[in-house]
Every structure is written in structure tokens, then in C-alpha cells.
């Protein structure tokens, strides 16, 4: 299966490397390099590189590849499913996954990977088992560490492993109950010139964070769970239930974790929060163009739309810009051609609008295209689809959780062409 | 200065070009890694002998410090080989930080340094014996990492000693180190395979994926050791993790499809697009027509599909996709749309899973469209997508094109076309013209767009148009000479070559279209014939040629002008096309009979070209697999095989000892549909659910349910084997092998102390030894087989397992073992199976932890039992609930707030001793009512398990909560207060005897042997009138469930009715017996030990059937 993991840069620096059977010499990285270095963009790496010998699997995230080498036919899905597993484990532990995250924990990163693949086959990717093996550190205990000459390793066996619910460990005590759902809907939406919705869709996903004692065995129902289309679940949701009566029941994980992921039933007409006026022209003559954006609330359902951000990559042949914003401010990269304008919230007297002109590289043709414009917003306290949920209940524990859901609606993938 | 040497050396080993520059950054002194420390040292070597001292220390901390060190090291890619004989000393720690970075350290090295390794093998080979199961597995880990030829007897011993180790995980160990061991000597592999068919039969879930991964890395061609596990596989397979769950799939996929007949044939839409496979299955028709129509399904075949499919909602992109291939190769074709929405979903994933899944849509689109024409619109194309990912779904948009969206479709590719992406742009062309050859209807309209495109700015747009012009009007060449003419007009204008080329291509093809422009054509291109691309220059000497052979009037100069130029061309390929064509069509005497056909060279008539997906091809791999995603076979690729015409024996699958396919089948079409009643959370209880099922299903199915048993246990097998072989020394045997020989004392001493009762008791005894299958060792061997396999599945709980346990043993002559039977004996059992090495879980941990899990699964509760109070008759699901409720609480004295309460007749959630009661709680007020819960409770020591406290009830709402109340076995009232924020109200709950019980199962020699150890002062019984109407068994059922909570026991005699129950809070025997008698009169006869409840029960029941 899985034979080797580098960590590489930007830049193209092998900064961790890990073999899980024979040593694979880093000289194969080459191959990936030289396909990286054809991309333009970090994420047009072609993901499967085939070498005359191995087999190049590689993820880019948070700024950081992480390539894999296989020797034998695989799943290639199994592969990338590993490596964000080994992400999101990095995140999980450290709080963010970058260079010099692992670069400082450059030990307990080797000795992760070490448990979580043994020849190459997953071994314990649950984060809950994790920690109880190797324990993530924290100011306290790393103090504690350096005084008494502790360690951060596990010396007890991971219940977790054992039982029949692996995500969960055994033990767990807080002195305050709480489990706290988010429910997040995001937007996924292309519109075109005039406004019209092309295609648009809403899928969400409910987060949980749940800190309960022992061993709750939770329920949680909707009010109207007909919305939801297709589901995946965290695998301790027990899926008949689900089938036969539409509810969520499963022993939770300790800690943060996404208990499920929907797509709304496509029927549905999507409401779509905002509207973009826009106009980008560039004229036949001379190397000028104007823009101007407007951005206005459509159907929000009462709330206010925070967080509002436009942003364009402008064309390559662009020179300079001068534009500007009656509300919120606008960044420009000349380098990248990225125009980025954050607004903010949304004031429906007083809509934001951005203008200006644009000049072009002298004697370039005029853009074929207008980019288009890439949209960024969240509503807090809506789930746009109408998603509720209706009741959490405990079992199995004898004390009072505290409960808590939030609803936020996000833009996702939401896009206004030109 | 020699361990610098090594360093140096071993780099070259394994750094190719990398080595010179990391040389350099070792030497530097400023390394990064260097602590604080060494700063002072300046070189490497002398940093390396700084760890060396460290490590020979006396203190752990410097040690481990030392240690960590070196992993970095490691994990940098800088070699530490050179520190080996100092870190191999501290494999013996005591510390396990350090032990554990030791083991990191030599998996590392070991290779490299064979001589020094083996010191540290005796350690591991200690380590092996280890009590505490993770030591043991990560010795073996380690043991089996150390890739060391010498120890390759001692990793089989270790690995086969690991394989029957009785902790799951260093189980799972084993599995993985077969592979090391495979990959380090082949020779091994007969071994191996032994280790693997018996880890096969494991049937932890942790275990499944790993042996099943070795499988297919060591032997994937002996697939007659699946054919036992087959079943089991299936069934655990929701339970098995993650990683594990793809492999099994994976595998299994290939299983099915070399032992299954093929479920295609008979949908007759076979393949839609390719042609082939059409006339293929034609000819099947007309060949075996009969066996199509009797097509059925493998019942085995069945089960796979329907195991895999909630697998579809897995979080795990990897699952998703391979159930998705699954069902592709292996379901009938109309039930392969299930997976479309997951797939789609998967593309809200990161950028490669999306890269993968793409690749899999793109070949199933291709033979299937109908599946992902409705989502068309997810395969729209951001701007801000990969390059890869927007060509990928522009193939899929293409394949998914047809004559009702293809407007909607050509629409999105207008957009494309104005990509800044140029690239894509011309992908979308290609697109287009694809679309154009596919559905005639818009092939003007594409035609015409295209046209538009070359006045494009784009030089790549233009480019592209061209050559797909070219392509769709070679496929019509009679119209469109205007569009020649078009084209003939831009070529000043155009000057991509390939565009050029094709151009002049067309003009030649088609000179006879356009006799007048042709020959400008020319005239222009021999002024410029030197500057052109030599792909021009070629097709210029083409058009050149054909223009003389049809038009030589005109262009006979300018033809021999081209000629010439092309004759000194620095280009070799121009020079030797220009002398083919003059000799060819310029005559004289050595052109010989050639030339005579040089027409019909030239301008023979050309077949159009056929515009295809690239992905046509693909499904020659299958879906998800690496060979797929690449186009290439992949080394250890394995080919899916064809359908076998005939299917092999299905009985292979069978797993030993009875059960024949015909009696399985049917227990399937039961789970499928009690799936939904019983809401059984497979998930959890996969391996038992078939039980379970059967227990609260019917107690009919005796031999179904025995059968079933058996499928799903294998391990039981041997033993039931060799047990049945004589009942009496199995009995022996296994009684002393539980430990429990005052058990069959008791027993013994029972059956003297009656000798009336002996006559009946022995033969049953002598049935169920013969008839049933030796049900009496079955019985006896279930304690401890029991125990093991439910341990060994890891997935089991206290509940299903108990439910199970209680069932085997209604079977037989299970009932003397009931009273001696306490939670004594389950933990002398417990014991027992703990030096029961073979198949056994230690989870002595997880067991207490389940059973307090176990009350609350609400779904898994209705016919299962929930006490772990053991006792051999299985508590059933009622067989009737009364609707009637009774008054808790007026709203007049209630103050508004009214309760009523019913018995709902199931086990109570909280405690197996309670009865549960349903409390409606509705508020009549105007105001609401907060604070709603229960106070003070009379008697005082009234075990109650109170609901939650409503924080408010709104006027007009009622809510319905569940109490569970522990009666003790008495009718006496249960007080309690029920209060509000302001009130209190005293209430009570008043049980009819009835309701104090739980419906219990059990055959009639149990029911008949009960009963004979419940006579005397144990015994009630009245002759009763019974109404006319309750003659028949219906009623009498009916009407004695209304009145009790009792289960319905089969009766072989129709005059005779008997019911069974257990008492909720001590579980003690209710057995109630209707035998008619002439004239309407009627024997009721109740055997209880609770002496103060049968009485009551029988004057309940006689009101009940006298006077209804």
C-alpha cells in the first residue's frame, strides 16, 4: 500500500519524509517536482504522477504537498483519503498544519505517521484513539514534561481501538456537560451576467462539538429532515435509524467532529441571499476599463449578511488599478492580479458599490473574458434550506447536558460570471 | 573522521543528485536541528558522537532527549545510521517513550544493519510474550519491520503464534506482518497462507480488513478461501473499519465476480453505447433464452449488494467510491443508479478525490448516461477549478449530451469558449465538436458557431475551430461549401500551422466545391511556400497535387513551381513527398502504371473521422483503481474476470454443519423486510442481527434460526462436532470445561427426585439429541463458545449476545440450567473464556461498558432482552399492546395539568427490573406549565427511574414521556409526586398483574418441562365457562394478551393454549395453560412460583375469557 510520505514545500523542499517499508530513495520526488514546476498553479498538479518504477499520489493543503509513494496497484482514493487523514491529524493536534508546525513537532509528527500506518495499511487514523497513544501537547503538560521527565507517550492501551466504538475513548469525565451543534450550509451557486441563477445548490454539514461524560448515546431529530437529499455520516451514526425513522443516534466521539454532511434535495429552489450588479468593460480603443460592482441583499430572511468579500482575478494584461469603494476596502496584487474587496456587512439602505478604471499593458488586446467575480458571506443564526433541528436527547447518562445549536449560512463555491 | 566517511557514503546510496547539497547542509555548522548545544561543535561527526554519550548515560531524560534527536534526524532524511550500536543498547528500556523511539529507530535501520540488528531480536522475542497486549503487538511490529533475512524462522514462528494470539489487535499485527514477511522471502508463502485461511476465519471486525489485505498481496488467486468466509465477511463488514471496509470490498467485488452468474443479461439495455456487447448478448438470447428468463439471483450475491449499500453514506471518500465500482460490475443495471448521488457528492470533496471520482463518472457516463443527466449541472466548470478538473468534466458534459439538453449544454460551452484559459478553450472546441458528430440535430448549429469562433482574437481558438471544422465537415461534405469558402477568406488571417494545415487539407479534399477559389489558394501559398511550418508546406504540396489531377489547366505551373521548391527543402520528409508526387502524377516514361491511379490515390474518398472520449477505453480497468486513474496496468493489478456462464457450486459458501441454501434464502427476504420494524442497528450488531431478528420474529423458525446460528459462528462448529458425537460426554466435558458441575448435579438430582416426570423429560431430551443436531451439545458447547464469539466480534455486546445465549439455550434441554444460573455463573463463564486462548476478545473493560450502553440503543430494544440476569427463556417482543390508558392525574385536581398513563409493554430502557410506563402529559391551561418532574416518591425505597424534567409545556401541548418503575412483582401501587414549578400533585400508578411480566418464548418440551417443576403450591388453576366466541386460538391469544403481557408458546394439540412470561423484576417463570374442555368449559391453569401473582393473574384471566 502506501510506501513512503515526503512533506514538501512551496519551494520545493522535501522538509519530513517517512517510509513505511523499504526506504524509497528521495531522488522519485524529482518526477513530482518537474510536474510542478509545468504547473502554474499549485493546484494543477496532476495528483496520480506515473514514474517508470512507482506510483506518485500527492495532495496539496494549506500550502504544503504531501506525496505519497505506492509501488502496487491501490485505490488512489484510499491514498488521498489517507493523506488528508494525516492533515487533518496534524490540524488536529497542533491547531494548524504547516511547515512550521511540523518542522517544531518534527518527532511527534514521525512518530504519528509511525502509528497510523503499519506496512502501509492504516493502523489507528481515529483521533480519539490518537491521543490516547500520543498524547498532543499543551502548554501545561509540556511544562510538566520538562520538570518531571514525563512523557507525552500513551503507556496504557487505547480502549478505544478495542471496542465497538473505536472514535471513542473510555473515561472521559468534565465537570460541565455540554455538546453544541453547528449546523453550516453553504451556498454553492454560478449566476450569470444578468443574474440569473445557473445552477445553485445547498449542502451542509453539522459539526459537533460534544464534551459529555462517560458513555451518552445521543439522539437528534430534525423538523423537517425531507430536506435532506443525500447524507454521509460520521461513522457513528447508526444508519438504520436513519433509514427507518430519520434521526440521528449515535455515541459521539470526544471532542470536535463532523457528525454528518448533507446535500438539500435539488427541488428545492434555492434562495439566493445576494445580488451583484456588475459591469466590467475594457474599450476598443485605448488600454482603459471600467469597473463597477454593486452588492445588495436579496433573500435573506430578516438577517443581515455579514462578512460580504468580492474577489476577482482580473486578467493578466491588466497594468494598474483605480478603483473606489463606497464601503469596506480593496486590496490589489499586482503580482497575482487579485482584487480582493472586503465589505463587510451589508446595509440595505446604503448599498457598497466599487468603481473605477482600469488601464491596461499598453498595446495588449482587450481581454476576451471579463473574470468573474467570486463571492464570500455568511449569515449567522439562518440555515438558508430551512434545515431545524428539533430536539437532542441523552441516554445512557444520568446527568443534564447542556445543549446548544447554531445555525450559520456560508457562501461556498459562489460564483457571478461577467 | 570515519563515521563522517559512512555518512557520506550511505548518502550516495540513497540520495542520487540530492546527496552533494545535502552533504553541504550537514557540514554547515548552523544545522537547524542542532539544539542550543551544539552550536559549540561544528561538525557532524562530533554532533553525532555528542548523541553517543548521551545516549550511554545513565539518565532516561538524556537518553530520550538523545533519542529524539536522532528521529528528527530521520525524519529530516539525514542518515543516523552511524548511532546504531549505541541506540540498539537501550531497546531494553524500561522507559516507554524511549522503547517506543528505539523501535522507530531500528524499523529504520535494521535493513542497513544486519550484524547489530539481531542483537535486539531476543528482546523482542521476549517482548512477545508479554501480558500486556500492546507490547506484544508492537514487539511484533517491530520484529516483523527489521527486514532481516536470518530472522525470517523466527517471524513465522512469531506471526503464527500472534495469529491465535487472543488479543484482536496483535491479531491484526500478524496480519500485516504475513505481508512483511511475504515481501522479505516468497519462499514462505505456503506458510503463510496457512496463518491467512486461519486468520481468515477470525472474526474480529479489527482483524477482517488487515487478513483480507494480506490476502490479496499474498495469495489473491486463492479465492476457495474466501468461499467460508464469504458470508461472515459480508455481515461484518459495516463493522469493520474504514480502510479495511475498501479492501474487503475490493476483494469481494472480484470474488463475485468469478463465482455469480451474471445479473445483466436479463435487462436487455445491456451497454447502451457499445455495440459489440449489444450483438453479443443478442446472440446470448437466442442461445439460452430459457435460463435468461429464470435468471435469479444468488442469494449470496444479494446479500453482498444489500451489505454494501449503507456504505454509501460512509464519510470516507475511498468507501464511497469503491461500493460505487461494486455495484457497477456486480448489480443488475437498473439498481446501479443508487450510487449516483453519491458520487456526485463526493465532487464537494477536496481537488483530488474530485480528480478520481471525475475519472470514474467520465467512464461510467460514457456506457450509461441516464445516470448523471440529472445532475448535469454539477459538472459546470468554475473559473476557479484546476485545469485537470475542468477538462475532466467537460469530458463528462460531453458524454452526457444528448438531444434534450444539448442546448443547455452548448449554452455553458459558449461560456468556456471565452475562458481565460485558453486551453480549456480549446478543450471546449473539441467539446463542441464531439457534440456536433453525436447529435445530428445541432450539428449546423455547432457548425455555424464555430464558424463564429474563427474570427476569434485567440490564435489557439481560432487553431482549434479550424481543426474541428474540418473534422464534422468531412463527416458531411455535400453542403457546406460556403463555409469552405469562409474559410478560405480567414486563412490569410490565421497562423497557427495546424490551422494552416487543415485548411489546405479541406481545399484540397474538396477543390471540386470550390473550383475557383482552390487555385488562389495555391497562388497565395507558393509566394509564401518558404516561410511556412513544414506541416503547411506538406499539405500545401498535397492541395498542389490535387489540384493538378483535377484542374491541371490552371494550376499546372503553379504545381510544378511547388514541386521544385519543395525538391530543395532543408526538410527530408518535404523533399521526398515532392519527388512521390511529381513521379506519381506528372507522366512520363518511368512513372510507369502508377500514375494511372494516381487519382484514385489522391482522391479516394476518406472516412471521417470518429470525434470519441478518450475515456472510451477505460472500463477495460476496473472503476476505482489505480490502473484506471492512470490508463495503464498498474503492477499487481488484478484483472476482473468475466461472469462464469454457469456458476459454480454455491454451496461452497456454506459454512459446515447443516443448513442447506433453500432455508438461508428465505431468512434473508425476512431481514430485509424486518429491517425497517425493527430498526436494528446493524452497525452495531451486524453479526448478530440475524438473530436477533428470528428471536423477535417468530418463535416458529426454530430450525432457521439454529441454522443462522450457525452461518454466522463457524467457531462453534468444531466443537458442536465433536460434541455431538455422544451427548453424554460432551455433557461431561463441557460441563467441567465451565467450571459448573453443581449445574449438572442439580440436574442429575432433579430427574431422580421425579421420576414421574423423568418419562417426559427424557425423550424430548433424546429428540433434540437426534433430531435437532445435536442440539444438546449445541447447547452445552454455547456457554463457551458463546463467550468466545461474541468477544471475538468485538462488535458484539452484552445485549445481542445475551439474547442469543438465552435463545440456544430455549432449544434444548436448557431448562435445569436456569435455576442454577445466576450472574454467578456468567462471570464463572467470563472466566472460563479468558483461558480460552483460541477466538477470544479481552475485553473485560468493554463488557461492562457496553451493557450500560446497551439500555439506551432504543432501536435495537424491541425483541431483544435486556437484563443480563441469565436466564434460558428469551424474553420476546409483546405480542399485543393495549391501547387503554389510565388516568395519572385529572385536570381538574391537576390544576390544569392532566396525565394519563399506559403500559407500552416494552423492556424498560433504564433498568431490565423496571416496567416501563408511557406518562402523557397534557397542559390545559392558559399558561404554561414549567418545571415539569417527579418529587417525593412512596414507598420511599421505590426503585423509579424518573424522566427528564420538562423545562416548560406550552398551553394546549402534550408531551409523552417513559418512566421506569421497579414494581418488585407486586400489584402494589406506586406513589409518587408529580410536581410544577408551583404544585405538587400525589399520584400513583396502579399495574394490573398483568403488566408486571414480559412476553417469553420458548418451545413446548421447555413449556412442558417448566411446568413440571411448577406443580403443587406453585400451581393455580379454575374451570371457567368460556363466552362462545372464544373457542378458537385467535381470541384466546388475544384475549390473554390483553389482559397479560405474556408470549404465545406453540402448541401441538388444538384444544391446548400455552403462554409464558417472565415476571419483569425477578424473572421468575409465568406459564399459563387454556385447555378446552367439552361444552365450552376450560382449564386455566397457571404455574408460577410467585405464589401471590398467579392467583391474581388467573382471576383476571377468567373475567377476561368468561365473560368477553
Known amino acids: 500500500m502506501i510506501n513512503s510520505l515526503f512533506l514538501i514545500n512551496p519551494s520545493g523542499e522535501i522538509f519530513l519524509e517517512k517510509h513505511w517499508k523499504s526506504v524509497v530513495s528521495r531522488s522519485v520526488c524529482d518526477y513530482f517536482l518537474e510536474a510542478k514546476e509545468k504547473a502554474l498553479e499549485p493546484e494543477d498538479v496532476p495528483p496520480v504522477i506515473h514514474t517508470p518504477h512507482h506510483y506518485l499520489i500527492s495532495i496539496y493543503r494549506d500550502k504544503l504537498f504531501f506525496l505519497s509513494v ?191 454532511t448533507y446535500h438539500v434535495n435539488a427541488q428545492n429552489l434555492v434562495a439566493i441571499p445576494v445580488y451583484v450588479k456588475q459591469s466590467i468593460s475594457f474599450f476598443e480603443c485605448g488600454s482603459d476599463g471600467r469597473l463597477d460592482v454593486t452588492v445588495g441583499p436579496k433573500q ?119 | 573522521m570515519l563515521s563522517m566517511s559512512t555518512n557520506n557514503l550511505s548518502y550516495n546510496d540513497q540520495g542520487g543528485s540530492d546527496s552533494a547539497v545535502e552533504v553541504g547542509q550537514e557540514t554547515t555548522p548552523t544545522s537547524s536541528n542542532a539544539g542550543a548545544g551544539f552550536g559549540l561543535f561544528s561538525t557532524n561527526f562530533k554532533k553525532n558522537d ?99 533475512p536470518i530472522i525470517v524462522p523466527i517471524m513465522m514462528l512469531a506471526i503464527k503464534e500472534a495469529a491465535s494470539d487472543m488479543s484482536p489487535y496483535v491479531r491484526k499485527t500478524s496480519a500485516h506482518a504475513i505481508q512483511k514477511l511475504y515481501s522479505l522471502d516468497p519462499d514462505q508463502k505456503e506458510h503463510l497462507i496457512e496463518v491467512i485461511d486461519k486468520l481468515l476465519k477470525d472474526k ?51 470474488y463475485a465476480r468469478t463465482q455469480f452468474t451474471s445479473p445483466w443479461k436479463e435487462d436487455g439495455l445491456f451497454e447502451e453505447n457499445s455495440e459489440t456487447a449489444f450483438y453479443e448478448s443478442d446472440e446470448k438470447k437466442t442461445k439460452n433464452g430459457d435460463e435468461k428468463k429464470s435468471y435469479m439471483m444468488d442469494p449470496d450475491h444479494r446479500l453482498l449488494l444489500r451489505n454494501t449499500k449503507p456504505l454509501l453514506q460512509s464519510r470516507n471518500t475511498a468507501v464511497v467510491v469503491s461500493v460505487a465500482q461494486l455495484y457497477w460490475h456486480l448489480a443488475p443495471k437498473h439498481e446501479v443508479g443508487v450510487i449516483t448521488k453519491s458520487l456526485v457528492r463526493l465532487l464537494r470533496s477536496h481537488r483530488e478525490v474530485q480528480y478520481v471520482v471525475l475519472q470514474n463518472i467520465a467512464t461510467m457516463s460514457i456506457q450509461r448516461k441516464g445516470m448523471f443527466e440529472p445532475y448535469m449541472k454539477s459538472f459546470y466548470v468554475r473559473s476557479t477549478d484546476a485545469t485537470h478538473i475542468k477538462s475532466l468534466k467537460l469530458e463528462i458534459l460531453t458524454s452526457l449530451a444528448n438531444e434534450a439538453n444539448i442546448s443547455t449544454i452548448l449554452r455553458e460551452f459558449q461560456t468556456y469558449v471565452k ?73 490569410d488571417n490565421i497562423a497557427v500551422p495546424m490551422a494552416r494545415a487543415s485548411i489546405l487539407w479541406l481545399m484540397g479534399e474538396y477543390c471540386e466545391r470550390v473550383p475557383q477559389i482552390a487555385p488562389d489558394v495555391l497562388r497565395k501559398m507558393a509566394k509564401s511556400f518558404t516561410s511556412e511550418e513544414d506541416i503547411v508546406k506538406l499539405q500545401t504540396v498535397n492541395l498542389a497535387a490535387k489540384l493538378y489531377l483535377t484542374n491541371s489547366k490552371q494550376t499546372k505551373l503553379l504545381t510544378q513551381y511547388i514541386l521544385n521548391l519543395g525538391k530543395y527543402d532543408q526538410n527530408y520528409d518535404i523533399r521526398d513527398r515532392t519527388r512521390f508526387i511529381r513521379q506519381l502524377i506528372v507522366p512520363n516514361e518511368k512513372s510507369g502504371a502508377l500514375g494511372k491511379y494516381a487519382r484514385r490515390i489522391l482522391l479516394a474518398p476518406k472516412p471521417a473521422p470518429v470525434l470519441e472520449s478518450t475515456y472510451k477505453d477505460r472500463d477495460r480497468y476496473q472503476l476505482g483503481t489505480l490502473s484506471h486513474t492512470i490508463n495503464t496496468k498498474a503492477s499487481g493489478y488484478l484483472e476482473l474476470s468475466d461472469w462464469p456462464a454457469v456458476a459454480p457450486d454455491q454451496s461452497v459458501r456454506n459454512v459446515e454443519v447443516i443448513e442447506p441454501v433453500k432455508e438461508w434464502a428465505p431468512s434473508l427476504g425476512k431481514t430485509g423486510k ?356 372464544n373457542t378458537t386460538r385467535q381470541p384466546i391469544s388475544r384475549q390473554v394478551a390483553t389482559v397479560a403481557n405474556l408470549g404465545v408458546v406453540p402448541s401441538g394439540q388444538d384444544n391446548i393454549h400455552r403462554f409464558a412470561g417472565k415476571t419483569a423484576s425477578s424473572g421468575a417463570l409465568v406459564l399459563v395453560t387454556v385447555e378446552l374442555r367439552e361444552l365450552s368449559a376450560a382449564l386455566i391453569t397457571i404455574n408460577t412460583e410467585k405464589s401471590v401473582m398467579g392467583p391474581m393473574l388467573l382471576r383476571d384471566l377468567k373475567r377476561a375469557l368468561a365473560w368477553a
Not at chain 2, 517513550?97 to 531480536?121: G, H, M, T
Not at chain 2, 468461499?227 to 475498501?246: A, I, P, S, T
Not at chain 2, 469562433?453 to 481558438?461: G, I, P
Not at chain 2, 395539568?897 to 397542559?923: D, E, G, H, K
Request: glycine share 6%.
Open chain 2, 674 to 1029: 424486518s429491517k425497517l420494524s425493527k430498526s436494528s442497528d446493524d452497525k452495531f450488531y451486524s453479526d448478530s442481527g440475524e438473530e436477533k431478528e428470528k428471536g423477535s420474529g417468530s418463535s416458529s423458525s426454530d430450525d432457521s434460526s439454529s441454522s443462522s446460528e450457525e452461518s454466522s459462528s463457524e467457531a462453534e462448529s468444531d466443537e458442536e462436532k465433536s460434541s455431538s458425537q455422544s451427548s453424554e460426554e460432551s455433557d461431561k466435558s463441557s460441563s467441567q470445561s465451565e467450571k459448573s458441575s453443581s449445574e449438572s448435579d442439580s440436574e442429575q438430582k432433579k430427574t431422580t427426585k421425579k421420576p414421574p416426570q423423568k418419562k417426559t423429560v427424557k425423550p424430548t431430551a433424546k429428540d433434540s439429541d437426534s433430531d435437532e443436531n445435536g442440539n444438546v451439545a449445541k447447547e452445552t458447547s454455547s456457554s463457551s463458545a458463546e463467550e468466545t464469539s461474541s468477544g471475538s466480534e468485538s462488535g458484539s455486546d452484552a445485549d445481542s449476545h445475551s439474547g442469543t445465549e438465552r435463545k440456544k439455550k430455549t432449544k434444548s434441554k436448557a431448562k435445569p440450567k436456569m435455576e442454577v444460573k445466576s450472574t454467578k455463573e456468567v462471570s464463572l463463564l467470563k472466566e472460563v473464556s479468558l483461558l480460552d486462548l483460541d477466538d477470544f476478545t479481552p475485553t473485560p473493560v468493554t463488557r461492562p461498558k457496553m451493557s450500560v450502553l446497551s439500555p439506551s440503543l432504543l432501536g435495537d430494544l424491541e425483541g431483544l432482552s435486556l437484563s443480563n440476569i441469565s436466564s434460558t427463556i428469551q424474553v420476546s417482543g409483546p405480542a399485543f399492546v393495549p391501547e387503554k390508558s389510565h388516568d395519572l392525574l385529572h385536570r381538574m385536581t391537576g390544576k390544569g395539568l392532566s396525565a394519563q398513563y399506559q403500559f407500552p409493554r416494552q423492556p424498560c430502557l433504564y433498568q431490565p427490573t423496571m416496567v416501563s410506563v408511557q406518562i402523557s402529559l397534557t397542559n390545559t391551561t392558559d399558561h404554561p406549565l414549567e418545571q415539569i418532574h417527579i418529587g417525593d416518591r412512596d414507598p420511599t425505597g421505590l426503585d423509579m427511574h424518573c424522566f427528564n424534567a420538562i423545562e416548560c409545556l406550552l398551553p394546549e401541548a402534550s408531551v409523552t414521556v417513559s418512566l421506569g418503575v421497579d414494581f418488585n412483582d407486586s400489584t402494589q401501587a406506586a406513589n409518587f409526586q408529580l410536581c410544577t414549578k408551583e404544585d405538587q400533585f400525589s399520584v400513583s400508578i396502579q399495574p394490573a398483574v398483568g403488566e408486571l411480566f414480559l412476553p417469553a418464548t420458548m418451545t413446548e418440551q421447555d413449556f412442558r418441562k417448566e411446568q413440571g417443576k411448577l406443580l403443587g403450591m406453585n400451581e393455580s388453576s379454575a374451570t371457567i365457562t368460556m363466552a362462545a366466541e
Open chain 1, 70 to 260: 505506492i509501488q502496487t496497484e491501490v485505490p488512489p482514493l484510499f491514498v488521498i483519503e489517507f493523506l488528508h487523514r494525516v492533515a487533518e491529524m496534524i490540524q488536529d493536534y497542533f491547531g494548524e498544519c504547516s511547515e512550521t508546525v511540523v518542522k517544531d513537532h518534527m518527532v511527534m509528527v514521525y512518530e504519528l505517521l509511525e502509528e497510523m500506518l503499519d506496512n502501509g495499511f492504516p493502523l489507528a487514523t481515529e483521533s480519539n484513539v490518537l491521543k490516547e497513544m500520543i498524547r498532543p501537547p499543551t502548554i501545561l503538560r509540556s511544562v510538566v514534561n520538562t520538570l518531571t521527565g514525563t512523557s507525552n507517550v500513551g503507556d496504557t492501551f487505547p480502549t478505544g481501538q478495542l471496542s465497538t466504538i473505536p472514535w471513542r475513548r473510555a473515561g472521559v469525565r468534565y465537570t460541565n456537560n455540554e455538546a453544541y451543534f453547528d449546523v453550516v450550509e453553504e451556498i454553492d451557486a454560478i449566476l450569470d451576467q444578468s443574474g440569473t441563477t445557473v445552477f445553485a445548490e445547498i449542502q451542509g454539514v453539522v459539526e459537533a462539538c460534544v464534551k459529555l461524560s462517560g458513555m451518552p448515546d445521543l439522539t437528534l431529530s430534525f423538523m423537517n429532515p425531507r430536506l435532506l437529499d443525500d447524507v454521509s455520516f460520521h461513522p457513528c451514526v447508526r444508519y438504520k435509524l436513519w433509514e427507518s425513522e430519520r434521526v440521528l443516534s449515535f455515541i459521539p466521539p470526544d471532542g470536535n467532529f463532523t457528525l454528518m
Open chain 2, 419 to 491: 475562458s481565460q484559459d485558453k486551453q480549456f478553450a480549446a478543450g471546449t472546441i473539441q467539446a463542441i465538436g464531439r457534440c456536433a458528430t453525436n447529435i445530428s440535430e445541432v450539428t449546423d448549429t455547432c457548425l455555424q458557431g464555430l464558424v463564429l469562433l474563427l474570427s476569434n482574437r485567440d490564435e489557439t481558438v481560432v487553431a482549434e475551430s479550424v481543426v474541428v471544422i474540418k473534422k464534422l465537415l468531412q463527416t458531411q461534405p455535400t453542403q457546406h461549401s460556403d463555409i469552405i469558402k469562409h474559410m478560405a477568406k480567414l486563412f
Open chain 1, 300 to 418: 435573506t430572511m430578516g438577517k443581515t449578511v455579514e462578512g460580504v468579500m468580492v474577489t476577482v482575478h482580473l486578467p493578466k494584461t491588466i497594468l494598474s488599478i483605480n478603483l473606489t469603494a463606497t464601503q469596506g476596502s480593496y486590496t490589489y496584487d499586482n503580482g497575482t492580479k487579485l482584487l480582493v474587496w472586503d465589505i463587510g456587512k451589508l446595509n440595505p439602505q446604503k448599498l457598497p458599490n466599487l468603481r473605477g478604471s482600469l488601464s491596461l499593458q499598453a498595446g495588449a488586446p482587450k481581454p476576451e473574458e471579463n473574470p468573474s467575480l467570486n463571492i464570500d458571506l455568511n449569515i449567522q443564526q439562518l440555515a438558508i434550506s430551512g434545515l431545524k433541528v428539533n430536539r437532542l436527547d441523552m441516554f445512557g447518562e444520568k446527568y443534564k447536558p447542556f445543549k446548544g445549536v447554531k445555525y450559520i449560512t456560508k457562501a461556498g463555491k459562489f460564483q457571478v460570471r461577467t
Open chain 2, 50 to 148: 555528542d548523541l553517543k554519550e548521551m545516549l550511554e548515560s545513565n539518565k532516561d531524560s538524556l537518553k530520550l532527549d538523545a533519542m529524539k534527536r536522532i528521529i528528527a534526524l530521520i525524519a529530516k532524511g539525514k542518515n543516523a545510521s552511524e548511532l546504531f550500536p549505541a541506540v540498539v543498547k537501550n531497546v531494553a528500556s524500561k522507559n516507554i517513550e524511549l522503547k517506543k523511539l528505539v523501535y522507530v529507530y531500528l524499523v529504520r535501520y535494521a535493513e542497513e544493519q544486519q550484524d547489530l540488528a539481531l542483537l535486539s531480536i531476543s528482546t523482542f522475542q521476549r517482548a512477545l510474550k508479554d501480558p500486556n497486549q500492546l507490547i506484544r503487538a508492537s514487539a511484533l511490529r517491530v520484529l516483523s519491520s527489521i527486514r532481516v
Open chain 2, 204 to 254: 474480529s471486525t479489527l482483524v477482517a480488513g488487515s487478513v483480507v489485505m494480506a490476502f490479496e498481496e499474498v495469495c489473491p488467486d486463492r479465492i476457495d478461501l474466501i468461499h467460508k468466509n464469504y458470508r461472515k465477511l459480508c455481515n461484518l463488514l459495516v463493522d469493520v473499519e474504514e480502510w479495511g471496509q475498501v479492501v474487503i470490498i475490493t476483494m469481494l467485488t472480484r
